[in-house]
């Protein structure tokens, strides 16, 4: 017969390599886990011995006794008896004394019921009530607490059910906290000790792949995996640091250049190791970047609509902090790698902060980034009904499109390479040279090839299209939310890209223009910006036009008094622009009349606004007596021509300023401020550019804008500080009753006013209206 065969397979080499590893771990933990109980069990013995010293120190010391009187035996009954006894026998009556001495030579006295008079060892009866039976029970006082009891299973015998439990045992509340502490102590030293095994693996896999990116970029979805942590005693912090190395990896890894999808044909040709290589690396770099983005955006979306899913074990409230780590994110790679796939496609609407979104039209040289974002945001505003932040618009403003840049792109960038022809290279060349040029010219055409340049053309048809869907964006808005918070931003960019408008286009925009201004429901800040735009459109292709703007310069006159040292302070910063534009730039189409006008209002607007917005009106009002020089009569008191200065009218040309004098100067002159004495000074002088009362460099040379922006008070002080203005020698107040002397407050009324009458008179005398002295001060 044949033996059997034994059925039972040898393990393999690697079964049993794999089965001793796992029996090695398990060794390992159980080693780990004794040691640490053994630990622990020291440390309660080394309490205790503690506890143990402290009550002995504590403990107060016992007398001696007499050794003949020792019970070693029952020492510690009779001391307890002692503490246990409530009342002195020598307080008792004798024949009370003489009972408990009967009754505790009975064997029964401490089993039997005292209320009952039937003999000791008298049976029971069977038919017994059980509540008669626990009603005879002897009762116990309450004089100690309590103690918790526990319920254990009972016990049945013959005589039935024997109920069973036990004291609870007392725990030590110090004991307690101390073992709290210690396991707070172990559970933290166990969390760092899990970050820091995941940071280093972050960091390997990190280093691993900036090491040699072509050939570890599967690494990056090992990375990528992390970012579902599910340990809730570092899944907050892993994922941030997840995220923000797959941010820094993606910086440092993604090409400038654009990855474009294969061909089928492509797939199919045969390649290199080396071309293949790279291929693999550019789709595994595309897919991981855009699974990146796509989990970032998710994250970000969750926490909008205060989604959670029931298996995620990060709160709502960490889930904030990842969120906010998420849009940093994705507003840097997006501003980082414009150039890159999928930067352009991504949705962004109401995620990305503005800061990103204008740091990358600074940086778009070529404009075709800058393209898809326009498209993203026009159809973003569009499909909100307006109803969008102004500062989305604003964004606008940062676009690199100018003509000036654009005309120099054109002569300088991507200049046609001119190559010699072979009628040309026969005349002029030998045959040999002829071999050398013509591999020259290859490799020429070559090098333009991989430098993958735009062409010009490519260039401004990016930068037309992206102005096409700017201006579209800018007229609905005028068209259909003329009361719309985006009016102001609108108008700014129509100001800034006005020299770009189709000259077809500007008499309809003035109209509208007009029409937003005479509709009242502006403020005086987007009044500002109409005019402002205006006169932008007027300044360059609309030089051309026939066109008057007085309906602007009147306007702009009548909202002149409405700027003041409140909340209005900001607008002279527009309207210093919008000065500059229709007066010095329009020198040829300004009237003496109007320019006089202007002056006189701008330094009645001087008195009554900050220091760096009287500073820059009067910088501008220095350059308009440049401009024109035969404004000077404003600073001589005789009249010039018939008439009568008319403060309160609203047109300037009309309102005689040739009849008045700049005596706002004068009370400038002892302004608080440094800087604005100097200026009065200086216009009261005639402002002169050379002698005594000629300014400094450093006040002559910057505009009125950068004046306003150089003595700003954003910071609530005073560039340069102000003097204290307290006398040097102090007046002498007076006390006591003169300050209810009614005769000297009536003198002093009646002198104020016969000296401001006094005033008005010498006004009149010269040639100038009192109204305008008592209008201003009123």
């Known amino acids: 017969m044949k033996a059997r065969r034994n059925k039972k397979q040898i393990p393999s080499f690697r079964k049993l390599l794999k089965t001793s590893k796992v029996k090695l771990e398990n060794k390992l933990k159980n080693k780990q886990f004794k040691q640490q109980s053994t630990l622990k069990k020291y440390r309660k013995e080394q309490r205790k011995l503690r506890q143990a010293v402290k009550d002995a120190v504590s403990k107060k010391p016992i007398p001696l006794e007499d050794p003949k009187e020792k019970r070693p035996g029952k020492r510690i009954e009779r001391e307890e008896e002692e503490e246990e006894e409530a009342l002195p026998l020598d307080m008792m009556d004798e024949d009370d004394l003489q009972l408990m001495r009967d009754l505790g030579q009975r064997a029964s006295f401490l089993t039997r019921d005292l209320s009952s008079s039937e003999p000791v060892h008298a049976k029971k009866r069977k038919h017994e009530h059980v509540i008669d039976k626990y009603e005879k029970i002897p009762r116990a006082l309450q004089t100690a607490p309590e103690k918790e009891l526990i319920h254990l299973l009972p016990i049945k015998d013959k005589s039935g059910i024997i109920p069973q439990t036990r004291e609870k045992p007392v725990t030590d509340s110090n004991q307690d906290e101390e073992d709290q502490e210690e396991l707070e102590l172990e559970e933290g030293n166990g969390i760092r000790k899990k970050l820091e095994e995941k940071k280093m693996h972050i960091a390997a896999l990190g280093s691993a792949i900036l090491g040699d990116p072509e050939s570890n970029i599967k690494k990056l979805k090992e990375i990528r995996s992390m970012l579902t942590e599910q340990d809730p005693d570092v899944a907050v912090t892993v994922r941030k640091l997840v995220i923000i190395s797959l941010l820094e990896l993606f910086k440092d890894i993604t090409p400038s250049y654009k990855i474009r999808p294969l061909t089928e044909a492509e797939k199919c040709t045969k390649i290199r190791k080396e071309t293949q290589k790279l291929r693999e690396f550019e789709e595994g770099l595309v897919s991981q970047y855009k699974f990146y983005l796509e989990n970032l955006e998710q994250m970000i979306k969750d926490w909008k609509q205060r989604k959670l899913k029931k298996s995620n074990v990060v709160s709502l409230k960490a889930y904030k902090g990842l969120a906010e780590v998420a849009v940093r994110s994705l507003c840097e790679l997006f501003g980082g790698t414009t150039s890159f796939q999928l930067s352009q496609q991504h949705h962004f609407g109401g995620l990305l902060s503005d800061c990103c979104l204008k740091e990358l039209f600074k940086q778009d040289k070529l404009g075709q980034a800058s393209l898809g974002v326009i498209k993203v945001i026009s159809g973003f505003v569009k499909g909100q009904n307006y109803e969008v932040r102004p500062e989305m618009l604003k964004t606008f403003l ?381």
């Open 398 to 778: 940062c676009l690199r499109i100018k003509e000036v840049e654009v005309k120099k792109d054109t002569e300088d960038i991507n200049k046609p390479k001119k190559f010699m022809t072979f009628k040309e290279k026969r005349k002029t060349l030998s045959r040999m040279q002829r071999k050398w040029k013509k591999a020259e010219e290859k490799l020429e055409r070559e090098l333009l090839e991989a430098e993958a340049s735009e062409s010009t053309e490519r260039k401004l048809k990016l930068h037309t299209e992206t102005l096409n869907i700017v201006f579209v964006t800018y007229f609905r808005i005028l068209k259909n939310a003329q009361r719309s918070p985006l009016l102001p931003s609108v108008l700014e960019g129509l100001a800034k890209f006005a020299h770009l408008i189709n000259v077809e286009f500007f008499d309809d925009l003035l109209v509208v223009l007009h029409s937003v201004i005479e509709s009242g429901d502006l403020s005086y800040r987007e009044s500002l910006h109409c005019v402002h735009t205006a006169f932008h459109i007027l300044s360059g292709q609309g030089d051309v036009l026939n066109i008057d703007p007085m309906k602007f310069y009147t306007h702009l006159y009548k909202t002149l008094f409405k700027l003041h040292a409140g909340a209005t302070n900001e607008g002279v910063r527009i309207l210093l622009q919008c000065l500059d534009v229709m007066l010095t730039k329009r020198r040829k189409q300004v009237s003496q009349q109007r320019a006089l006008a202007f002056i006189k209002r701008l330094c009645t607007l001087a008195l009554h606004v900050l220091p760096n917005s009287s500073i820059g009106i009067l910088a501008t009002n220095r350059i308009l007596m440049h401009t024109f020089p035969k404004t000077d009569l404003l600073l001589d008191n005789e009249s010039q021509g018939s008439g009568v200065f008319l403060p309160e009218l609203d047109e300037p040309e009309y309102c005689n300023a040739q009849n008045t004098a700049l005596w706002e100067l004068h009370a400038l002159r002892r302004h608080y401020h440094p800087v604005v004495q100097r200026f009065a000074a200086h216009l009261i002088a005639g402002a002169p550019s050379e002698g005594s009362e000629a300014l400094k460099p450093e006040l002559s040379r910057r505009s009125a804008a950068e004046l306003f922006e150089t003595y700003s008070m954003a910071e609530m002080t005073f560039n340069p500080p102000v003097k204290s203005s307290c006398s040097k020698r102090k007046s002498e107040v007076s006390q006591g009753d003169s300050f209810l002397n009614e005769d000297l407050n009536h003198y002093s009324l009646a002198s104020g006013f016969q000296q401001m009458f006094e005033n008005i008179t010498t006004v009149e005398e010269g040639g100038v209206s009192g109204l305008s002295y008592v209008f201003v001060f009123v």
